[in-house]
């Protein structure tokens, strides 16, 4: 039986690219969707294309039997040309969705609204589909690494906020069971890490990891945002998120087994990731 060539969009990114390595280590032929000249790994292909623009996914999808679909607008606008296009192609879509959309019909902050769009459009897209649904992702926390490496202090709000941070190799594995076999087909499975981890003890196990002191500073709500946005990340984004992060506070996400239930592996700690990263903090 010929294997399944896969494309995978988002591929330079934290998870898609953690999707083509796994992929490519276990032999099977992977495609990488890409905008300009981008690093992958030796023999894997990578093909340009733009999400933006779904007459450019046409060289990418050429003898492709599914997509990994990461979706990288704040908006489901265009979304249902692009899946049209995967349509002509290729026979199946996992989609990078949220924990925060809910099976239920209900309004929600800008990013759940546009991933709920996403979901609603790839189930009528006529594809065979999963859709994948993450809780924050640990490599998120690299956004402290800066702050880390040149005054060992990470100046963030929320240090109670607790959350169940993934690791992006448990998310590509659970993606890779989806996109290679039909264990997850019509499956919409909640995807967390092991346990809930406060953003005050995710910095002093950053800490440990890299072996020297680093300081967790609490500022307001109000200066996150202003700082955010300052930093270039867009109002909307920005209105979205620290609300959204705020209410955890008292509702904490919840944590599951899907992991090591779809994977046959427990999901990776906190604690395992930092260990991972220590590079990307300055550690030795």
Same mark, same amino acid.
């Given at each position: ?26 032999? =099977?032929?992977?495609? +990488? ?6 690093? =992958? ?35 489901? @606008?265009?979304? #249902? ?7 002509? %192609? ?5 989609? /990078?969705?949220?924990?925060?959309? %809910? ?13 709920? *769009? ?54 590509? +594995?659970?993606? =890779?069971?989806?996109?290679? #076999?039909?264990? /997850?087909?019509? +499956? ?11 953003? @005050? ?21 109000? @200066? ?14 920005? *209105? ?30 906190? %604690? @395992? ?12």
């Amino acid at each position: 039986m010929t294997q399944p060539r896969i494309l995978v969009t988002g591929a330079t990114g934290n998870v898609g690219g953690a999707v083509v390595t796994r992929l490519h280590a276990a032999g =099977v032929p992977v495609r +990488a969707l890409v905008r300009g000249r981008a690093d =992958v790994p030796e023999g894997v292909q990578a093909v340009r294309g733009d999400l933006g623009d779904p007459a450019s996914l046409d060289p990418a999808l050429e003898g492709v039997d599914s997509v990994f679909l990461m979706w990288p607008f704040l908006s489901a @606008e265009g979304a #249902s040309d692009v899946l049209d296009v995967i349509g002509k %192609r290729a026979r199946r879509v996992v989609y /990078l969705s949220s924990a925060g959309v %809910r099976d239920e019909e209900e309004p929600g902050e800008a990013i759940t609204m546009f991933h709920t *769009e996403l979901e609603r459009l790839v189930g009528a897209s006529g594809l065979e589909w999963t859709a994948l649904r993450p809780t924050g992702f640990a490599s998120n926390t690299l956004g402290w690494a800066e702050g880390i490496r040149r005054t060992g202090t990470v100046r963030a709000p929320l240090a109670r906020l607790a959350r169940p941070l993934v690791h992006e190799a448990d998310l590509a +594995a659970v993606a =890779v069971k989806a996109l290679t #076999s039909d264990a /997850l087909l019509g +499956a919409r499975p909640l995807i967390t890490g092991p346990e809930l981890v406060t953003q @005050e003890r995710q910095v002093a196990l950053i800490s440990e990891a890299i072996g020297r002191p680093v300081r967790f500073e609490e500022v307001s709500l109000d @200066e996150a945002i202003e700082q955010m946005k300052a930093a270039g990340y867009p109002a909307e984004l920005v *209105e979205a998120v620290m609300p959204a992060q705020a209410a955890m506070l008292d509702n904490p996400e919840p944590v599951t087994d899907e992991v090591e239930r779809i994977t046959g592996t427990p999901a990776r700690s906190f %604690r @395992e990731w930092a260990m991972d990263h220590a590079a990307d903090f300055g550690g030795r």
